[in-house]
């Protein structure tokens, strides 16, 4: 894994991803902001998107805000990879069924072909070895995000040396690494320094950071040239 930080874009249709064509991220991730922090899009919406992308830049895409329960998380997942995106993101919310769940998804993840990413929220409670309990169950990479789009950014929530044995940890795993959670441009210059493999974008992309509107070519080019 290579130690410049990439990043990650949210879009919510075919033609925000067509209008970011000029400054295309690393990872066109693909979410409907409007139905959560991990709102999933149709899936013929992201098959249109993962086939424009192709050949362009990687592709995600999340499969929504679903209970910690097998029966509405793996159907979710194997839907999503059959669109043929490279990630498929799933969050993980915490609560009581969450460690039964992963350890019930472990097969399902161990045996897809699909690489699959768990999201951890900076505002949400977990299990102390959460982290452990993530990188047991055979996902490809974890994210640490913001469940609650409020305006509180992950920088509000976690401390930089948080930040930073999150990075560490997971890396140490040879993991993929993920931060996001309302970053603001001004915050990429302290994070990249933590070195995470990527940061992940959706208010910081739109004007007036409302992140259910449509995104900033403009913006999307400022965030591009501050990781550059
Ligand atoms: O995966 C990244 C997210 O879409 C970030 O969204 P946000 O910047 O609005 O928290």
Not at 122 to 140: C, N
Not at 160 to 178: I, P, R, Y
Request: aromatic share 4%.
């Amino acid at each position: 894994m290579s130690n410049k930080t990439k990043w990650l874009a949210s879009v919510q249709s075919l033609e925000e991803a067509q209008n970011l064509n000029d400054c295309l991220p690393d990872i066109l991730d693909m979410k409907q902001p409007s139905h959560g922090a991990l709102g999933a899009l149709p899936l013929d919406v992201v098959e249109d998107i993962v086939n424009w992308a192709s050949g362009r830049c990687l592709t995600s895409a999340t499969i929504g805000d679903l209970p910690m329960q097998l029966e509405a998380i793996e159907p979710a997942i194997m839907k999503m990879a059959g669109t043929g995106v490279d990630y498929v993101k799933i969050g993980l919310f915490g609560g009581d069924e969450q460690a039964a769940c992963l350890h019930a998804l472990t097969p399902v993840i161990q045996k897809l072909n699909t690489p699959v990413i768990a999201v951890l929220f900076a505002d949400r409670d977990y299990e102390t070895d959460v982290i452990t309990q993530v990188l047991k169950a055979g996902f490809s990479g974890v994210m640490i995000d913001t469940a609650e789009k409020n305006g509180r950014s992950l920088l509000d929530l976690w401390s930089v040396d948080a930040l930073t044995e999150f990075v560490n940890t997971v890396k140490n795993a040879q993991s993929l690494c993920g931060l996001a959670g309302a970053l603001r441009i001004e915050d990429i210059a302290s994070l990249r320094e933590l070195q995470p493999d990527y940061l992940g974008f959706r208010s910081a992309l739109c004007p007036d950071r409302k992140r259910n509107e449509s995104l900033s070519v403009t913006l999307a080019k400022t965030v591009a040239s501050a990781l550059d």
